[in-house]
């Protein structure tokens, strides 16, 4: 099995970037930081030569959410108020101005100046995690959390067309180097349209892609759903064509399967939102049926999601007392305590946790809080530290909608992880790590007293990497496209 990880994109967290994703990011609902969907899978690390990505369109979330409430708003003052009057004076007049006198060519609409006004206004807060979202890319954030992604839905990697070349360097598509498909998303129009794992792309609509880089390939494979998209084929030297039509589909959150001849449950968690949570509560009711005492939870790649979800999940391994602390602007402090009846709390039940750099916000929740209260060891790399909280207002009249910094989160011991992130208790690096191996996974397996084992390849991931007009440059990202 590869190493799970993924890059972060400098739209998002700026650190360097990844290859574009096309699908759509995760929603969130309640207030602990944006970061992106996925929400969303975790990517497959492989050599330095090898690029993975995401087909599917993500449009533009922040998937970094420890949290994420989102809401309607419809303007509490129809107009300006009276003692705002005189403030609000030159803002009125340039909008008239450009209205009635503005002669350049094309001149924007009214709706298209009030977008750039509150755009304006949430530029001034120099705050990444802060940003205002035009209506279908508000729309795509939303899809994301929600545990859906828009697009066609698979995994690509950018390899060496011999693969002996162990020495070749891919960065652009040609030259001995090809853009293949590792694998459909389960569910997703690529599966359904009979995409198989080892299918190479070599041209978009009848564009051959040679000379292209991935970012500017998976550019022409995103598009509004809806739309079809042929892709051009290689499959063991047959020429095909492919017609897909972009649409929504549910991603897949969690992976379940044992390991150690079923003495060890493998539990893979894309993104923090109730379908995840969902997923995930079924998949340990499964390890904990089967009396597997022994679990890996692997958060690597794990973008965040919702406060409450990320609640739910550390409560299954701890009993009570404190999950974490959030913190309002004005400094209040609420603790928010662990669910009763946790499915593996149960002391017996050993546990770590596999973590890397976009190991992010509600992910970092979970693992904080396993970590702080001594229930499990985490293994792996430091976590990408976002500790703050988004709240989403979608605003009225088709105008999309608004992330917007109300709060921070910390750990059950009162550490807030903003830039810093949390420190594995194990450090062990995946980087240089070949295709087909994971030590982080092996680690873990050591750890638990198990020998490391030939694992299958990680599902494909889902979670969309944010596109590089549409969020904030604060944001983590896999590298899905």
């Given at each position: 099995m590869s190493p799970k990880s993924s890059t972060p994109n400098p739209e998002w967290s700026g650190e360097s970037a990844t290859p574009a994703e096309v699908e759509t990011a995760p929603t969130l609902r309640e207030p602990a930081d944006t970061a992106g969907a996925?929400?969303?899978?975790?990517?497959?690390?492989?050599?330095?030569?090898?690029?993975?990505?995401?087909?599917?369109?993500?449009?533009?979330?922040?998937?970094?959410?420890?949290?994420?409430?989102?809401?309607?708003?419809?303007?509490?003052?129809p107009g300006t108020p009276a003692d705002e009057e005189a403030r609000f004076g030159p803002f009125w007049d340039v909008y008239s101005l450009i209205q009635s006198k503005y002669a350049g060519s094309p001149r924007p609409s009214q709706d298209q100046l009030v977008q750039a006004a509150i755009n304006g206004m949430m530029q001034s807060l120099n705050d990444p995690w802060s940003y205002y979202q035009g209506p279908a890319d508000f729309e795509n954030a939303l899809l994301n959390v929600g545990g859906q992604a828009q697009g066609i839905g698979v995994v690509i990697q950018l390899q060496p067309v011999d693969p002996n070349a162990s020495s070749t360097s891919c960065t652009k598509i040609g030259g001995g180097c090809e853009l293949a498909i590792s694998a459909p998303v389960p569910g997703s129009p690529a599966e359904a349209a009979g995409i198989q794992p080892g299918d190479v792309i070599v041209s978009v609509d009848?564009?051959?892609?040679?000379?292209?880089?991935?970012?500017?390939?998976?550019?022409?494979?995103?598009?509004?759903?809806?739309?079809?998209?042929?892709?051009?084929?290689?499959?063991?030297?047959?020429?095909?064509?492919?017609?897909?039509?972009?649409?929504?589909?549910?991603?897949?959150?969690?992976?379940?399967?044992?390991?150690?001849?079923?003495?060890?449950?493998?539990?893979?968690?894309?993104?923090?939102?109730?379908?995840?949570?969902?997923?995930?509560?079924?998949?340990?009711?499964?390890?904990?049926?089967?009396?597997?005492?022994?679990?890996?939870?692997?958060?690597?790649?794990?973008?965040?999601?919702?406060?409450?979800?990320?609640?739910?999940?550390?409560?299954?391994?701890?009993?009570?007392?404190?999950?974490?602390?959030?913190?309002?602007?004005?400094?209040?402090?609420?603790?928010?305590?662990?669910?009763?009846?946790?499915?593996?709390?149960?002391?017996?039940?050993?546990?770590?946790?596999?973590?890397?750099?976009?190991?992010?916000?509600?992910?970092?929740?979970?693992?904080?809080?396993?970590?702080?209260?001594?229930?499990?060891?985490?293994?792996?790399?430091?976590?990408?530290?976002?500790?703050?909280v988004q709240e989403g207002l979608?605003?009225?009249?088709?105008?999309?909608?608004?992330?917007?910094?109300?709060?921070?989160?910390?750990?059950?011991?009162?550490?807030?992880?903003?830039?810093?992130?949390?420190?594995?208790?194990?450090?062990?690096?995946?980087?240089?790590?070949?295709?087909?191996?994971?030590?982080?996974?092996?680690?873990?397996?050591?750890?638990?007293?198990?020998?490391?084992?030939?694992t299958p390849p990680a599902a494909p991931s889902a979670t969309a990497a944010p596109s590089a007009t549409a969020a904030p440059s604060a944001v983590p990202s896999p590298s899905p496209s």
């Open positions: 996925s929400g969303g899978r975790h990517q497959v690390v492989a050599p330095s030569r090898f690029s993975l990505i995401l087909v599917a369109i993500v449009a533009g979330s922040a998937l970094f959410m420890g949290g994420f409430t989102l809401g309607a708003h419809v303007a509490t003052t009848g564009k051959p892609l040679d000379g292209m880089t991935v970012d500017q390939a998976t550019a022409l494979i995103k598009g509004p759903r809806g739309t079809p998209v042929a892709l051009g084929i290689d499959r063991n030297g047959a020429s095909i064509q492919v017609k897909i039509v972009r649409n929504v589909y549910d991603r897949p959150e969690v992976v379940y399967r044992s390991l150690a001849n079923g003495a060890v449950a493998y539990i893979d968690i894309s993104g923090v939102n109730d379908p995840a949570w969902e997923q995930f509560h079924d998949a340990l009711a499964k390890a904990v049926a089967a009396g597997q005492k022994n679990i890996v939870l692997d958060l690597r790649g794990n973008l965040g999601g919702y406060v409450q979800d990320a609640v739910h999940m550390a409560s299954q391994f701890i009993g009570s007392g404190t999950i974490i602390y959030q913190q309002n602007a004005s400094g209040t402090q609420q603790e928010i305590t662990a669910d009763p009846n946790g499915l593996a709390i149960d002391p017996s039940v050993h546990l770590v946790v596999l973590v890397d750099g976009n190991t992010a916000s509600a992910a970092e929740i979970v693992a904080g809080a396993l970590q702080a209260r001594g229930r499990a060891e985490l293994i792996g790399s430091k976590t990408y530290g976002k500790g703050v979608q605003l009225a009249n088709n105008f999309g909608g608004i992330h917007l910094t109300v709060g921070r989160w910390l750990t059950p011991d009162k550490v807030w992880i903003q830039g810093k992130g949390l420190q594995p208790d194990i450090a062990v690096s995946s980087d240089g790590a070949r295709a087909g191996t994971d030590p982080v996974l092996d680690a873990a397996l050591k750890q638990l007293g198990f020998a490391p084992e030939a």
